[in-house]
């Protein structure tokens, strides 16, 4: 009788322990994509190539960056991939805490990996932008786009808004298959596309307003030698996403330290023309995914 109450102890003992182990992982899961090192919550950040470069994307924006780890008394690393698609894929397979996505990439890793957006980024003030395509200054289109029939038109990579998603969707809607109403190719940097319409090699190309104001406020592009054929509506502009079950409280606070913000002091925490924050939430994104029904992406 005394070793049945005895083990009967042990097994209700051992059920609570391994009903306390249980909580613990299920409390904790939220918050395992914030990592904890040397005791201090380290970040890993991951911001789009919303400049020509990597290395200047990171020299233009890892002060805002810094300044929201300093905020959370957070370390952190942060990485700028070449193409918009690979950001969305890092923050997809788990390996972005916080990214500066673009609005295609969000999309993308909100329908893979239930990312979640807490605020879009300001441009001149406004949550908006606009995808364009760019031509020679010297072509003779006055009769958009029956006049580019035959030309070379370049598109950014396939996770890019407004260098690819946006344009196509727009070319679908019209009834026109670029690959063969022009001579088509794609994947390249709006840096990429912007160079080559400047020296010849293309006859249009695809950008954002924001990419070439900025390029035509640094002085790499000459604007004289292009032109915009076609522009957009609005747009929703970058969203600042985490992954789905981010621990609650954080992704409150990282809202609140970014969406204060004066548009006067995110100024000068970020390249030119970018000046705050807003909230955000999933519905805002509609119309990009909208475009991604259209072209079947979704």
Not at 157 to 170: C, E, V
Not at 178 to 194: L, V
Not at 266 to 275: E, F, I, R, V
Request: positive net charge; contains cysteine.
């Amino acid at each position: 009788m005394q070793v049945f109450t005895l083990f009967s102890k042990f097994k209700k003992a051992l059920t609570r322990a391994i009903l306390a182990f249980i909580a613990t992982i299920i409390v904790c899961t939220p918050a395992q994509a914030a990592e904890v090192v040397n005791g201090k919550l380290h970040l890993r950040f991951a911001i789009a190539p919303v400049r020509p470069t990597p290395s200047q994307t990171i020299k233009e924006f890892e002060p805002i960056f810094k300044y929201l780890a300093d905020q959370l008394g957070a370390t952190y690393e942060i990485v700028s991939p070449e193409s918009w698609a690979a950001i969305s894929v890092a923050m997809t397979n788990g390996h972005v805490d916080v990214g500066w996505l673009g609005p295609w990439g969000y999309v993308l890793s909100n329908k893979k990996a239930g990312t979640e957006v807490l605020a879009t980024v300001k441009y001149r003030g406004e949550p908006f932008y606009k995808a364009l395509i760019v031509g020679r200054a010297d072509l003779p289109i006055k009769k958009w786009p029956e006049d580019a029939k035959g030309l070379k038109l370049s598109l950014s990579d396939q996770g890019n808004t407004s260098g690819w998603l946006i344009p196509m969707a727009y070319f679908k809607s019209i009834g026109i298959d670029p690959a063969s109403y022009f001579e088509y190719r794609e994947g390249a940097t709006f840096g990429q596309n912007e160079s080559q319409i400047q020296h010849g090699l293309i006859d249009l190309g695809s950008d954002m307003d924001r990419g070439r104001n900025g390029m035509i406020e640094a002085g790499q592009i000459d604007p004289s030698k292009s032109k915009i054929v076609w522009e957009s509506s609005k747009l929703p502009n970058d969203a600042i996403s985490v992954p789905k079950d981010f621990d609650p409280a954080l992704k409150a606070r990282i809202t609140e330290i970014l969406t204060s913000l004066s548009e006067e002091k995110a100024q000068s925490l970020m390249g030119s023309g970018y000046n705050g924050f807003v909230k955000a939430k999933h519905s805002d994104y509609k119309v990009i995914e909208d475009a991604g029904r259209i072209l079947g992406k979704l």
